[in-house]
């Protein structure tokens, strides 16, 4: 076919007059058909004719090849090319709609996908007109296909892109708004604004004085929303409805650069603020515990020699000596002392502990007259308590101290009586609470609530709560360390504290601890009574300080013990290896410049197999004692103690097995 299409027959027969006129036509009409096959051959588009009724092509421009890659021939050579070669998901849609547009006699469009010679898929924009015969009945299709391949990739990258963003806002934390150049909301989404209570799109309209409630144009988000109209990219913090949002804003800018609004993107960063205020308060006690497990361990030193000489002297005065008066005012000032340098231990988390398998709620259980007397007739106590609750890894000891602690404080907010609640429950904790409210590990807890109804805490005070340089009762009232023992205990057990307390309200205490599973409590050996029978055995002492080392001595040589005694870790060694009597026990100091007690105790052992060990130590530093925690069959005498408290350990330990 060739447009316009040529009259040969007409031309053939007319009279011979006219062949100059015909000539002259023929050569028009050969003009306009290299006009036409030059126009629609350049074009990027394929230009088309097909028959109505049979669907074969009759005209295919040269385009077809360079786009689609099949010679002109081949479209032209089959009634059912198109069809073939329409996408099978796009076939039966195009199909139809061709057919009924044809049947009807409209002009139509539409898009679909053909596969290329070289198996790609080809999308294309099909421009069709209807062309009809004097009755109206189709004749012909002609149409333009136009590759749209480009603009449906970007599409689709746009569409991607669009469902990437979407994904971003509806998994992070955050809202994404714009404004106009009157601080209009003209757009908001994004995961946050469901904890703002807020749906997508709910403040378009609003201006952002009206959602602030606000007419200052200083207040801090309009003042750098303002910025931003000026041209300035701005970023800072803001708490909003209770959580902390870290918020950038920019301009926005139209297609000639112009600025035509903002936009801003605020992250929920409230559990990464707290998790870094955890960190820095971390740090603090762990300074501050450092400072007061050394200041402890040298106190309770000091104590022992004081505890020690005092209990020697009582022995050597009759009963009615005006000196026991003195002393026993002394020794009584020493377990003051030792009471609280035990809350420093505590609190630095260097208390050495032998940890057992613990049920809180029998705990809590067998404290209930020692708790009445604490808190007092004005205060009713109540306990709820989970039976079967599992076991937790810890020292009874500084368990009960925890809750007596605790409720001393309830005690103390609750100044005209009120209700103290104990209750104990099994919980499993998530990853996210864990780590952010608690700073342990996900897993299995026992939950110790300790609950008040008295006076309650303002935010400020919940925050230091816990720190032994915060006061928290009237001076004169207790030492201030009795809350930082607490988080201490819990601390070097593996657990968490969370306070809940308002003004007015009263407090709980949430005391969290690992379950160490389904444990049978540890067997204790009961002390052996007063020490009256000579001792015969060789006792080796190993203590670096000069006055805790002579009044151990002193307190062994009067039970009758053969003493050898050395200052360190090396003098020990040489003193037994160059000594030819036995040793039946080794009595050392934890820790000690250049060898510890540990280590001490692992060397001697290697070549006197059956050597009994006695650990003693104001606290147990972890390079000397691992964590700080001891083998549950492990000897260990915490000081200070006295004369007698030693005398009886020593005999427990030579009347037991042989333990490192």
Same mark, same amino acid.
């Given at each position: 076919?060739?447009?316009?299409?040529?009259?040969?027959?007409?031309?053939?027969?007319?009279?011979?007059?006219?062949?100059?006129?015909?000539?002259?036509?023929?050569?028009?009409?050969?003009?306009?058909?290299?006009?036409?096959?030059?126009?629609?051959?350049?074009?990027?588009?394929?230009?088309?004719?097909?028959?109505?009724?049979?669907?074969?092509?009759?005209?295919?421009?040269?385009?077809?090849?360079?786009?689609?890659?099949?010679?002109?021939?081949?479209?032209?050579?089959?009634?059912?090319?198109?069809?073939?070669?329409?996408?099978?998901?796009?076939?039966?849609?195009?199909?139809?709609?061709?057919?009924?547009?044809?049947?009807?006699?409209?002009?139509?469009?539409?898009?679909?996908?053909?596969?290329?010679?070289?198996?790609?898929?080809?999308?294309?924009?099909?421009?069709?007109?209807?062309?009809?015969?004097?009755?109206?009945?189709?004749?012909?299709?002609?149409?333009?296909?136009?590759?749209? %391949?480009?603009?449906?990739?970007?599409?689709?990258?746009?569409?991607?892109?669009?469902?990437?963003?979407?994904?971003?806002?509806?998994?992070?934390?955050?809202?994404?708004?714009?404004?106009?150049?009157?601080?209009?909301?003209?757009?908001?989404?994004?995961?946050?604004?469901?904890?703002?209570?807020?749906?997508?799109?709910?403040?378009?309209?609003?201006?952002?004085?009206?959602?602030?409630?606000?007419?200052?144009?200083?207040?801090?988000?309009?003042?750098?929303?303002?910025?931003?109209?000026?041209?300035?990219?701005?970023?800072?913090?803001?708490?909003?409805?209770?959580?902390?949002?870290?918020?950038?804003?920019?301009?926005?800018?139209?297609?000639?650069?112009?600025?035509?609004?903002?936009?801003?993107?605020?992250?929920?960063?409230?559990?990464?603020?707290?998790?870094?205020?955890?960190?820095?308060?971390?740090?603090?006690?762990?300074?501050?515990?450092? &400072?007061?497990?050394?200041?402890?361990?040298?106190?309770?030193? &000091?104590?022992?020699?004081? %505890?020690?000489?005092?209990?020697?002297?009582?022995? %050597?005065?009759?009963?009615?000596?005006?000196?026991? !008066?003195?002393?026993?005012?002394?020794?009584?000032?020493?377990?003051?002392? %030792?009471?609280? @340098?035990?809350?420093?231990?505590?609190?630095?988390?260097?208390?050495?502990?032998?940890?057992?398998?613990?049920?809180?709620?029998?705990?809590?259980?067998?404290?209930?007259?020692?708790?009445?007397?604490?808190?007092?007739?004005?205060?009713?106590?109540?306990?709820?308590?989970?039976?079967?609750?599992?076991?937790?890894?810890?020292?009874?000891? =500084?368990?009960?101290?925890?809750?007596?602690?605790?409720?001393?404080?309830?005690?103390?907010?609750?100044?005209?009586?009120?209700?103290?609640?104990?209750?104990?429950?099994?919980?499993?904790?998530?990853?996210?609470?864990?780590?952010?409210?608690?700073?342990?590990?996900?897993?299995?807890?026992?939950?110790?609530?300790?609950?008040?109804?008295?006076?309650?805490?303002?935010?400020?005070?919940?925050?230091?709560?816990?720190?032994?340089?915060?006061?928290?009762?009237?001076?004169?009232?207790?030492?201030?360390?009795?809350?930082?023992?607490?988080?201490?205990?819990?601390?070097?057990?593996?657990?968490?504290?969370?306070?809940?307390?308002?003004?007015?309200?009263?407090?709980?205490?949430?005391?969290?601890?690992?379950?160490?599973?389904?444990?049978?409590?540890?067997?204790?050996?009961?002390?052996?009574?007063?020490?009256?029978?000579?001792?015969?055995?060789?006792?080796?002492?190993?203590?670096?300080? =000069?006055?805790?080392?002579?009044?151990?001595?002193?307190?062994?040589?009067?039970?009758?013990?053969?003493?050898?005694? @050395?200052?360190?870790?090396?003098?020990?060694?040489?003193?037994?290896?160059?000594?030819?009597?036995?040793?039946?026990?080794?009595?050392?100091?934890?820790?000690?410049?250049?060898?510890?007690?540990?280590?001490?105790?692992?060397?001697?052992?290697?070549?006197?197999?059956?050597?009994?060990?006695?650990?003693?130590?104001?606290?147990?530093?972890?390079?000397?004692?691992?964590?700080?925690?001891?083998?549950?069959?492990?000897?260990?005498? !915490?000081?200070?103690?006295?004369?007698?408290?030693?005398?009886?350990?020593?005999?427990?330990?030579?009347?037991?097995?042989?333990? &490192?």
């Amino acid at each position: 076919m060739s447009l316009p299409e040529r009259p040969e027959a007409e031309l053939a027969a007319a009279p011979p007059e006219t062949e100059g006129e015909i000539e002259r036509l023929r050569k028009a009409v050969r003009a306009l058909e290299t006009r036409f096959h030059e126009i629609v051959g350049g074009i990027e588009a394929i230009a088309w004719e097909a028959d109505a009724a049979t669907w074969q092509f009759t005209f295919v421009s040269p385009a077809a090849e360079r786009i689609l890659g099949y010679p002109v021939h081949e479209w032209r050579g089959s009634r059912t090319f198109w069809v073939d070669h329409l996408h099978p998901e796009d076939r039966e849609a195009s199909v139809e709609l061709c057919r009924a547009a044809t049947a009807s006699g409209q002009d139509h469009e539409l898009e679909y996908r053909m596969i290329a010679a070289d198996g790609r898929a080809v999308w294309l924009r099909d421009l069709v007109r209807v062309v009809t015969d004097a009755q109206e009945r189709p004749v012909f299709l002609r149409g333009i296909l136009i590759d749209i %391949t480009a603009r449906k990739e970007a599409e689709e990258a746009l569409r991607k892109n669009a469902a990437r963003y979407r994904l971003l806002l509806e998994r992070l934390p955050a809202v994404v708004w714009t404004t106009d150049r009157n601080l209009r909301f003209t757009s908001s989404e994004g995961k946050a604004l469901a904890a703002m209570g807020l749906a997508p799109d709910q403040v378009v309209g609003e201006t952002l004085f009206e959602f602030f409630d606000t007419s200052d144009p200083d207040f801090l988000p309009i003042a750098r929303h303002r910025q931003a109209l000026a041209g300035e990219t701005v970023d800072y913090e803001i708490e909003w409805r209770g959580r902390i949002f870290l918020t950038h804003v920019e301009p926005l800018r139209d297609e000639s650069g112009a600025v035509s609004g903002t936009i801003g993107v605020a992250q929920d960063v409230t559990e990464s603020s707290s998790m870094r205020e955890q960190f820095r308060h971390a740090q603090k006690m762990e300074a501050v515990g450092r &400072l007061a497990g050394g200041v402890a361990h040298d106190f309770n030193n &000091l104590i022992t020699a004081i %505890t020690g000489y005092t209990e020697l002297a009582l022995r %050597t005065l009759h009963a009615r000596d005006p000196l026991r !008066q003195r002393l026993e005012g002394i020794r009584r000032a020493s377990e003051r002392a %030792t009471a609280l @340098a035990g809350q420093l231990l505590a609190f630095s988390r260097k208390r050495v502990v032998q940890p057992g398998a613990v049920d809180l709620s029998e705990v809590v259980a067998g404290m209930g007259d020692l708790l009445a007397r604490l808190i007092g007739e004005d205060v009713e106590l109540v306990s709820n308590l989970e039976p079967g609750l599992g076991r937790v890894r810890a020292d009874r000891g =500084e368990i009960e101290q925890v809750i007596a602690n605790l409720a001393v404080n309830a005690r103390d907010a609750m100044p005209s009586g009120g209700k103290l609640v104990l209750s104990t429950r099994g919980v499993v904790l998530d990853e996210v609470p864990a780590r952010v409210h608690l700073g342990v590990p996900a897993g299995r807890y026992a939950l110790l609530a300790v609950s008040d109804t008295g006076v309650g805490m303002d935010p400020s005070t919940r925050a230091h709560l816990f720190e032994p340089d915060f006061p928290t009762k009237e001076p004169g009232k207790g030492t201030g360390l009795g809350l930082a023992t607490v988080y201490g205990i819990v601390k070097q057990c593996g657990g968490g504290v969370r306070v809940d307390s308002e003004p007015g309200k009263g407090s709980t205490f949430q005391i969290y601890l690992p379950l160490a599973g389904e444990a049978r409590p540890e067997e204790t050996t009961p002390l052996p009574g007063e020490v009256t029978d000579r001792a015969t055995e060789t006792v080796l002492l190993v203590e670096d300080e =000069e006055l805790v080392r002579a009044v151990v001595h002193d307190a062994l040589a009067q039970q009758g013990y053969d003493m050898l005694v @050395a200052t360190g870790g090396a003098e020990a060694i040489e003193l037994a290896a160059n000594g030819s009597r036995p040793i039946h026990l080794l009595v050392t100091d934890m820790v000690m410049p250049q060898m510890g007690g540990r280590e001490l105790a692992r060397r001697l052992s290697a070549s006197r197999p059956g050597l009994r060990v006695l650990y003693m130590s104001g606290y147990a530093d972890p390079a000397a004692s691992g964590d700080g925690l001891l083998s549950p069959r492990a000897a260990y005498l !915490q000081k200070p103690f006295t004369p007698d408290e030693i005398a009886r350990k020593v005999r427990e330990v030579l009347g037991a097995a042989p333990t &490192l």
